[in-house]
């Protein structure tokens, strides 16, 4: 079992950058044995991949939306993983999720056991 707690949303304007952290509360099973990942969810719209890293930090993936916008990382030490956002559009706006877990589809919800309850992000033009 592991607890997420996700923060660090908020109002930017577009072009501005903010960076989400998820704290993570383990129990058993050590944190750094976890691929995270950040999902998002727009109003009206179904639960999207942004990212997801490795347990080693060391191998990274991103939806293509967001590649070369958004950095994820984490630190083991601190059970801390972090999604790092720049140059920040109207369409980023939706509700952002951590997520711990790691099936062989690093993309898609299923691989993932454990979630926050999310934080906002709003981008306005």
């Known amino acids: 079992q592991v607890q997420l707690v996700e923060s660090g949303g908020g109002l930017v304007q577009a072009g501005g950058s903010l960076r989400l952290s998820c704290a993570a509360s383990?129990?058993?099973?050590?944190?750094?044995?976890?691929?995270m990942a950040w999902f998002r969810q727009a109003p009206g719209k179904e639960r999207e991949f942004v990212a997801a890293?490795?347990?080693?930090?060391?191998?990274?993936a991103y939806a293509d939306s967001v590649n070369g916008r958004f950095t994820a990382s984490r630190v083991n030490v601190k059970n801390t993983v972090y999604l790092q956002m720049n140059r920040l559009k109207p369409e980023d706006t939706a509700v952002y999720y951590c997520?711990?877990?790691?099936?062989?589809?690093?993309?898609?919800?299923?691989?993932?056991?454990?979630w926050g309850q999310g934080t906002q992000v709003t981008v306005s033009s």
């Open positions: 997520a711990a877990g790691g099936g062989p589809n690093l993309r898609i919800e299923a691989a993932y056991d454990y």
């Open positions: 383990p129990s058993g099973r050590t944190f750094s044995t976890y691929t």
């Open positions: 890293i490795s347990w080693t930090g060391t191998g990274s």
